[in-house]
């Protein structure tokens, strides 16, 4: 979040140069990610993606045009990704409740509740709400008329809420390894990492919001991009200040009240007035009455105001002075820009004059309090060079954790969701794009602790400070944010002690690149699984030679992938019997291995099988509460068993993503039903993610791995590029053109064409979909090799019967239709 | 006429709904005009009174229309019947018209003498006139129309439910639908409006009937079909409509270079992203992605920050430049001195590409101007052969330039200038330079034109023309065209604004363009990809090994254990983060320093402003007088006279120390320096205002309402909470008239120093004392050189 009302200010006053993008030639330009995909994404774009789940592909086409550009003109974009929040930025971000308040306010929407006393998730929260109120009533109002053409949504399901970067980091990190971009995730603050790197020469101007200009080390950066006019615009901090007549610190003193990245809610007095005047406002209050705005909180905190401004206020500042930053050596530590020189030199500056003037008039006595006061403010910064460092930045930034630790954060190996938790004690579950109310979402998110959270913050504590191991964390729900569950991360022996002996060495492993297809093969190759990986040696010690040690990428990733199957019990181990076996799961999972799926498939089945396991909703079992399917009634009453098959596979798709061109931004039907179970999956995804990731990262900390052998970029494009489960599952715009495909086939005498120009219509595919029958053809192949799956896990009884005929019925049903026979 | 007091009396009457009484002056004296004058007299009330009777009757009257009436004539005869209408306008009482009249049996007069009459006799309207009332009897009528509404509303939809219920029975019985069925149950509603969208067809119907014009491939005649068919020739002839070429004209090939040369100015101007005008002109553009409300019906929503620009941009330059239409997009295009087009046009300037730009300009100058001439045509050449799209630009301009150069007219040379700020093209391209005379001429007219807008001080007088004087020379001596460009536009834009007062803060503010790199100098600039630096740095391992091999190489290197990383970051002190920041006490008496600091700059800063025509024209027209400083109350620096370096004066903290030489000079005292500039600054500070106007001169400020400021922000205190003490400037006013200077007044004057943040109410009163209050704006007051901290008033 920018210096809330500042940009405007700025422009209007003139403030803001240009200069084209060809001035930029030939130097290396580092971007703040949030900022710029800010810029990308306004408004506007992207309308329906809440309601459609997934990655937001008209990024991707933005991305690729601006680095064309960049290219062109030989810049050297580095991306720089946000990393943790500060104390003040989670507790804006209810990172302590999981949104339970937001949500609550959403749902209640009052149309007179002012916008501006609202955040930003708030807003979000409550225009989801909004549009999905609207997406039933549509529904209900067209139930006598609507039979196989499908309603359009009217509502937005996002306006004026920026895309949550964080959901799209790991899928935005694939895109910049596979592009060679160079990028980083900053320990924290992304912006204050680029005035590091612009101080320290690695880059050469900084692209980045409002807030550097808060950043006495940052003269001039650049605000935004005209590709179009192959222009840029910059800002200049000195002549800002010096067109405003403030000094920096009261400069800063304004930003801290307006709200900015750092502190980013309104303090008062200025809530009162409109959000886009903030700055102006509070300007013209220290112009003409010398406002200043740190007084003001505490003048109104004395009154039996709350005391939480002044802290508010306080850590904005403080996190300002001392924020963390990954230097140049690999280590993470409190990077103060040095503001002393410039403070000193400004306090000494008008002191200097004051003093001056004051001897002039005989105000002795001023001269002496004065004096009194900046010695005890600035006695510190004016004795000592270097600029003192509290002893409790923990408290404004967040409890460190080894540097190792941000490494991995840095290359986006590991997505610093559990960090968080470690850091902060709390696990936050935020609601789904759906809300979130089905009573399966919920067991879910129960049965997570068990099956995942406990594992994972006990892999991530168990090799650092044994603070960490102690350390309470809970999880705290967004629906029952009262009713948190402790995360126990204590468990003897731990979990890596358990795993320790799993060793997956191959030899010629350097040349195929991880993927769960390529351990499926792995395993269904070798012989005698116990034999192969279970090692007699564990392998972490520093006693161990390092070609003894985990040497390739492959072998890594292998090795905790089959640590995570144990993990989930998939595979039984015992290691004084030394013996690793599949069980039934564990079998079901090698048979996709025999399915011939595409190798992409064969990580989403897993995920469905993981899911299935969890057996808290079978494939063909409605919600409860029911949520509304985007069925007409005239099917659902007519087509009674059709319009179970069309759930079953609807809910299949959703691992299958159409070829979309990035080029049109989806405006279409929509499915709640659809969506729901999209996010039962994702949330599972997550889970498996995590709990891959930190499985990772606890091997490499225990030095399993060769670490030393690997570049920056080779991290990322052996190791975190292929790592599964980071990606964003697919939107559910399959399932939705099979689900009104099938609808309008069974309503129009089961004709196939008119059932396509429907889809090829309503979906606008001429525009998106360059191929819709080869879509359609896939999505069976994939559908069929379900149906085999299915019928496996038929045979182990880990579904039911009636479960598979059903799928197999339905699959059925849906080829002969797509093949138009 | 009719008595109002009939109609009054039949009102009152209404409650009971009988209207009872005298209706008209009936022969038979019922109710005659004596009556009525009687009943005058006796309820006389003023018209306005009236006026309600009369529309309550009136509202009653027709309300009652269509409802059962009883009608009681002199004769005592009482009918029955609807009332279907009545004149309200006539003049003997109250003429009715009743529907299916019957006569009510128990009537208590002559019933025998209409004994033989029977009621079909009446026929099925009956009229009585007015005079012939006696009393008139309304029943049942119903004034509620709201509730009328609804209940009607309700039995609808009664009705619609049952309709529905009715079609889902049929639905459910699955009967053949009509349309009826279908959408008869509902009331009509807007639909969503959806985009058409062509189906896809078949191969096979496609080549067979959806031959089009265009895809024909046969040509179509319309003419020779028209005659086969009909027989009808055809007269036409294009040039019926058209002017004919004529292509044997000798100067034909003149004619179309000209013409080519316009489409292309035109052309060349470029569709600056605008899809429509890219499509008008034949541009391919890549469409994809856009939908036809993109493409032809929104409003471009790119660019808010280009329309801020615009905002800023548009008016300044307006007013020096002519009629001629320019794009809004290239407004904001970049112009003079562009770094990029220096180094595209030419070998020399490609080479050397980390020259400064800055210099190229300067260099250009530094040859005589014959040369300098044939430089700018080579140069047109050049780009002529690079981007030929250029050419009627440097066409034009090469001509400008020959004509600013020939003629030192003043007329040509600001001409040129206009033309100079409208051609602003896409491409940026370089400044020509100026010819001498012209600038010469131009900053001669500007001396002239310049007159400092406000009383200059008698001791300034000569600095003020030595330093115009030195300008001037030094501008003649020096033609570096970028100086004297940044000199000109300045000098310009004062010109323009001694003619144009300035109407929004916007137009105070000139946009200026940079000049120079982007980057200092220091910077490298064959720095290149600096990528490759992040492969070994940030690499936690590499990095921890070559710190390690540095140190001692002997030991074998391990990563050092994570569990070594306390939960906290390293400090330097042991102290908290709060401590760092100074206590309330502390705090509040800083920023009572601030203020009074801010106050001196803000004196201060009207000497920096003087550079800056734009502040001195509202300062000197709209400011100074408004403020109605009474001569005394003039703000001087205390003891500027006693040694006050100026420039500490000029130079305070915000720096607005003034880069015009002019300025330099100005000593701080002995100037009149209005002590608020920021009224002027900010056109929404004016809550100021008023209060100072009151306080002098009694006049309110024209500028006293801020359009673009919400009222809410006129009414809030925007002080410290509870702030109830002076506001600022009443203490400065009174510093002043104290005859003090502005922190310095050594007046004993009874001024206590209060922090804003007092809530104390009579902290209020107090001052009310010495000086009105006038609004609840914060507080420092700040003049008085006794700092009590803490001194409540309690």
């Given amino acids: 979040m920018p210096i809330q009302s500042l940009e405007l200010f700025l422009f209007e006053r003139g403030l803001v140069g240009s200069y084209p993008i060809d001035s930029l030639k030939n130097t290396t330009l580092g971007i703040d990610v949030n900022h710029y995909v800010s810029r990308l994404l306004t408004t506007k774009k992207e309308q329906f993606l809440d309601a459609i789940g997934g990655f937001p592909i008209s990024l991707k086409m933005y991305l690729e045009s601006d680095l064309k550009i960049f290219k062109e003109s030989n810049i050297t974009p580095v991306f720089v990704f946000n990393g943790s929040g500060t104390a003040n930025q989670l507790a804006a971000n209810s990172h302590f409740t999981a949104l339970a308040k937001e949500v609550a306010a959403a749902s209640s929407i009052t149309p007179s509740g002012s916008q501006a006393s609202r955040s930003a998730k708030e807003l979000m929260l409550a225009q989801r709400h909004k549009a999905w109120t609207q997406w039933s009533n549509l529904l209900n109002n067209n139930q006598s008329t609507y039979i196989d053409q499908p309603l359009q949504p009217q509502e937005p399901f996002r306006y004026q809420a920026i895309i949550e970067l964080k959901k799209f980091q790991s899928d935005l990190i694939d895109y910049f390894i596979e592009h060679q971009i160079v990028y980083q995730v900053a320990p924290y603050c992304s912006w204050i990492q680029l005035s590091y790197l612009l101080s320290s020469g690695f880059i050469d101007a900084i692209y980045g919001p409002t807030d550097c200009l808060m950043l006495s080390n940052v003269d001039r950066f650049i605000l935004g991009m005209e590709f179009p006019n192959k222009d840029f615009r910059f800002i200049d901090r000195a002549r800002v200040l010096k067109d405003f007549h403030v000094s920096s610190e009261e400069f800063i003193d304004i930003c801290m009240a307006v709200g900015n990245d750092l502190q980013p809610s309104v303090l008062p007095p200025l809530q009162i007035y409109p959000s886009n005047k903030l700055f102006e406002i509070s300007l013209e209050m220290v112009l003409n009455t010398g406002t200043n705005f740190y007084a003001y909180q505490l003048s109104s905190n004395a009154q039996g105001g709350a005391v939480q401004e002044v802290d508010k206020y306080e850590k904005g500042v403080s996190s300002l002075k001392y924020m963390p930053v990954l230097f140049s050596s690999g280590r993470v530590d409190v990077y103060t820009i040095d503001p002393s020189r410039e403070h000193m030199e400004e306090s000494r500056k008008p002191s200097a004059n004051s003093e001056h003037r004051q001897s002039n008039e005989n105000m002795a006595s001023v001269k002496d309090r004065s004096d009194s006061q900046e010695g005890s403010t600035n006695l510190a910064a004016a004795d000592d060079k270097t600029f003192p460092i509290p002893r409790d930045v923990h408290d404004i930034i967040g409890q460190r954790l080894p540097d190792e630790y941000y490494y991995y954060k840095s290359l986006g190996l590991i997505s610093g969701k559990l960090f968080d938790a470690i850091t902060t004690g709390v696990y936050p579950e935020e609601p789904p794009l759906d809300g979130g109310s089905s009573n399966s979402y919920r067991e879910l998110i129960a049965k997570s602790v068990e099956l995942f959270k406990n594992k994972e913050i006990n892999l991530l504590t168990q090799n650092i400070n044994r603070y960490f191991q102690m350390k309470p964390i809970v999880q705290v729900k967004w629906f029952s944010p009262e009713n948190k569950v402790a995360l126990t991360n204590r468990t003897s022996p731990s979990v890596f002690e358990q795993l320790n002996h799993i060793i997956i060495k191959t030899n010629n492993a350097k040349t195929t690149p991880f993927s769960v297809s390529e351990f499926v093969k792995l395993l269904l190759s070798t012989e005698d699984l116990s034999k192969e990986f279970i090692s007699d040696q564990v392998v972490f010690p520093n006693s161990v030679p390092v070609d003894q040690k985990i040497n390739s990428a492959f072998d890594l990733l292998s090795t905790n992938f089959l640590r995570l199957l144990i993990q989930l019990e998939f595979f039984d181990f015992d290691f004084g019997e030394k013996s690793l076996t599949p069980n039934q799961w564990g079998r079901a999972f090698l048979k996709l291995g025999n399915l011939g799926a595409e190798s992409d498939f064969v990580g989403k089945l897993f995920i469905l099988l993981v899911f299935l396991k969890t057996k808290v909703l079978s494939i063909s079992q409605d919600f409860t509460p029911s949520v509304r399917s985007s069925l007409s009634d005239h099917t659902l009453r007519s087509y009674p068993q059709e319009s179970k098959y069309i759930l079953a596979l609807t809910r299949l798709l959703t691992l299958f993503q159409v070829d979309q061109k990035p080029t049109a931004i989806y405006h279409g039907p929509i499915d709640k039903k659809t969506l729901t179970f999209r996010e039962h999956l994702d949330f599972v995804n997550d889970n498996l993610n995590d709990l891959f990731e930190s499985l990772v990262v606890s091997s490499l900390t225990a030095n399993e791995f060769d670490k030393l052998s690997l570049q920056n970029h080779e991290w990322q494009s052996e190791i975190v590029y292929h790592m599964p489960f980071k990606r964003s599952l697919p939107n559910t715009v399959m399932s939705m053109m099979v689900e009104f495909f099938l609808q309008k086939y069974l309503h129009n005498g089961n004709i196939k064409h008119d059932a396509l120009a429907l889809v090829s219509t309503e979906f606008s595919t001429y525009k998106c979909v360059p191929n819709l029958t080869e879509q359609f053809d896939q999505s069976i192949a994939y559908l069929s090799q379900c149906k085999v799956l299915f019928d496996e896990l038929c045979d182990m009884k880990l579904v039911s019967k009636d479960e598979s005929e059903l799928l197999s019925e339905a699959v059925t049903f849906a080829t002969n239709a797509v093949r138009g026979e | ?794």
């Fill in chain 2, 1 to 794: 006429m009719k008595g109002t007091y009939k109609r009054r009396e039949n009102g009152a009457a209404s409650s009971n709904k009988k209207l009872s009484g005298s209706f008209g002056k009936g022969p038979n004296g019922f109710g005659n005009g004596n009556n009525s004058g009687s009943a005058a007299s006796l309820f006389y009330e003023s018209a306005e009174t009236n006026k309600q009777f009369t529309d309550r009757f009136d509202y009653l009257l027709v309300n009652s229309i269509g409802s059962d009436v009883f009608v009681t004539v002199v004769s005592g005869i009482q009918y029955e019947g609807l009332l279907l209408a009545c004149n309200l306008k006539s003049t003997a009482g109250l003429d009715i018209v009743l529907k299916y009249p019957r006569r009510v049996k128990g009537s208590s007069l002559p019933i025998n003498e209409h004994a033989e009459m029977d009621d079909t006799d009446l026929g099925e309207t009956f009229l009585i006139h007015g005079a012939d009332i006696a009393e008139l009897e309304l029943k049942n009528i119903d004034l509620s129309l709201d509730d009328k509404w609804e209940h009607e509303k309700s039995e609808q939809n009664k009705k619609n439910v049952e309709e529905e219920q009715k079609s889902k029975e049929r639905d459910a019985k699955k009967e053949f639908k009509t349309d009826v069925d279908i959408s008869g149950g509902k009331s009509v509603r807007e639909r969503e409006l959806k985009a058409w969208v062509p189906d896809e067809l078949p191969a096979t119907s496609r080549t067979l009937n959806s031959q089009t014009l265009e895809e024909s491939s046969s040509t179509w005649d319309q003419f020779s079909v028209n005659e086969k068919k009909f027989g009808i020739k055809s007269s036409y002839d294009e040039h019926f409509y058209t002017t004919k070429i004529n292509k044997d004209d000798p100067h034909f090939e003149q004619k179309l270079k000209e013409a080519q040369k316009l489409a292309e100015e035109i052309e060349g101007q470029g569709s600056s992203g605008n899809i429509h005008l890219a499509e008008d002109r034949g541009i391919a553009i890549d469409d994809s992605g856009m939908d036809e409300e993109d493409l032809y019906s929104g409003v471009d929503r790119r660019g808010g920050e280009l329309l801020a620009s615009l905002k800023n941009n548009a008016r300044p330059t307006e007013a020096t430049k002519g009629n001629r239409y320019l794009p809004p997009t290239l407004r904001t295009q970049p112009h003079h001195t562009d770094p990029a087009i220096i180094s595209s046009s030419g070998g020399k300037t490609a080479d050397s590409k980390t020259v400064d730009e800055s210099e190229i300009p300067a260099q250009i100058a530094k040859q005589p101007p014959a040369k300098k001439e044939s430089e700018t045509k080579v140069r047109v050449s050049e780009e002529h052969k690079e981007t030929p799209t250029e050419v009627p630009h440097h066409g034009k301009e090469a001509h400008l330039h020959d004509f600013g150069k020939k003629s030192s007219r003043e007329p040509s040379v600001s001409r040129f200038y206009k033309d100079y700020h409208q051609r602003e093209s896409p491409k940026p391209r370089i400044p020509l330079p100026l010819t001498k005379e012209a600038q010469i001429e131009e900053l001669k007219k500007f001396s002239q034109k310049f007159k400092v807008p406000y009383e200059v001080p008698n001791d300034m007088r000569s600095v003020v023309k030595k330093n115009e004087e030195e300008a001037a020379d030094a501008a003649a001596k020096s033609p570096s065209p970028k100086d004297q460009k940044k000199e000109l536009s300045r000098k310009s834009s004062q010109q323009s604004q001694t003619h144009s007062p300035p109407v929004a803060r916007g137009t105070t503010h000139l946009r200026r363009r940079p000049h120079g790199s982007f980057f200092s100098s220091q910077r490298l600039q064959s720095a290149g990809n600096k990528g490759a630096l992040f492969q070994e740095n940030f690499n936690f391992f590499k990095q921890a090994k070559k710190a390690h091999d540095l140190e001692k190489e002997m030991e074998p290197f391990f990563v050092e254990k994570p569990y070594f990383t306390a939960p906290t970051w390293n400090g330097t002190v042991e102290e908290s983060y709060k401590t760092f920041f100074p206590d309330e006490r502390t705090a509040i008496q800083e920023a009572q320093v601030k203020f009074q600091e801010r106050q001196y700059n803000n004196m201060s800063a009207m000497g920096g402003s003087m550079n800056q025509p734009q502040y001195m024209m509202s300062s000197g027209g709209a400011g100074g007088p408004q403020m109605g400083m009474p001569p005394g109350g003039m703000m001087t620096f205390p003891g500027a006279g006693a040694g006050v370096d100026p420039n500490n004066v000029a130079g305070g903290p915000p720096g607005a120390h003034s880069p015009n030489p002019m300025m330099d000079g100005f000593p701080g005292g002995g100037m009149y320096l209005p002590f608020q500039p920021q009224p002027m600054f900010y056109p929404s500070m004016t809550p100021m205002m008023p209060m100072m106007g009151e306080d002098a001169t009694n006049s309110p400020s024209p500028q006293a309402m801020s359009p673009h400021m919400p009222p809410a922000y006129m009414n809030m205190p925007f002080g410290y909470p509870g702030a109830s003490g002076m506001p600022p400037f009443q203490g400065m006013m009174g510093a002043a008239g104290n005859g003090g200077g502005m922190p310095g007044g050594s007046s004993g004057s009874g001024h206590k120093h209060y922090y804003g943040h007092n809530s104390h109410s009579n902290g209020n009163a107090h001052h009310g004392g010495n000086h009105p209050v006038h609004t609840t704006h914060h507080v420092n007051n700040h003049n008085s050189h006794h700092h009590k901290p803490r001194n409540h008033n309690k």
